[in-house]
């Protein structure tokens, strides 16, 4: 089955309040990272893990890599209702460039 | 500082017809991946391409796809014969190194295919 593996498939929420998307993958990797996709539209690149790092942010970003669980969460604190898209995460495994995507997270923020 | 170009945006083509993708990457970056989004889903690997050569194409259908990053110009995709399951968003991704754990992939805009 593919690997990077998002969850919850949707998730709506109010403006101003956190949303949390989880990722789970299968095998080993070089580096984990999220994209946003707003719809119908292009990937724009949010933030890069490696796989010997445990956690980084980026502005209202927050992402956290368990290379034992296989599993990463991104956190974006405080929502804005631009903030609605669909958000994937995408996983580089050791040995390839080739990135494997998830199935990702439709985030819906109510103003 | 153009980033990833992809043409057309949009391309209506009819079964048997063929389809010539275009993906010019950010300038300085030799490495090109290409990806096919079908409606709902994530992305799915295609093929990997530095200058003048295949790297991976182990995402690529056997028949009827290929691709081409050529010393001068830009990638192109091209499916022959299309069929209406080849009907899916087409990404273009470039980087500037094409090592692994922090080369990050830079996207296009997309071509949306839509096969009658």
């Known amino acids: 089955s593919q690997q990077g593996e998002e969850d919850p498939q949707a998730l709506s929420i109010q403006e101003g309040e956190n949303a949390t998307m989880n990722c789970s993958y299968k095998t080993s990797i070089n580096n984990l990272q999220w994209y946003r996709q707003n719809s119908g539209r292009g990937l724009v690149h949010l933030i890069l893990i490696r796989s010997n790092e445990r956690e980084k942010h980026s502005g209202r970003l927050r992402v956290t890599l368990d290379t034992s669980k296989k599993s990463s969460s991104l956190l974006i604190t405080a929502s804005r209702a631009a903030d609605t898209a669909s958000y994937f995460c995408a996983t580089e495994g050791t040995g390839r460039r080739a990135l494997t995507f998830g199935s990702g997270t439709r985030l819906q923020v109510q103003p | 500082n153009a980033g990833v170009m992809q043409n057309p945006r949009h391309l209506v083509r009819r079964r048997g017809q063929e389809a010539r993708l275009r993906c010019s990457p950010v300038k300085g970056h030799s490495h090109v991946y290409w990806y096919r989004q079908l409606p709902e889903e994530g992305l799915k690997f295609m093929v990997y391409l530095q200058k003048e050569n295949i790297i991976d194409e182990s995402g690529m259908p056997k028949e009827r796809f290929s691709a081409e990053f050529p010393k001068e110009g830009p990638s192109i995709l091209r499916i022959q014969q299309v069929v209406r399951g080849d009907s899916a968003a087409y990404f273009c991704?470039?980087?500037?190194?094409?090592?692994?754990?922090?080369?990050?992939?830079?996207f296009g805009p997309g071509t949306r295919l839509t096969v009658l």
């Open positions: 991704a470039s980087s500037p190194l094409g090592t692994s754990g922090t080369d990050t992939q830079y």
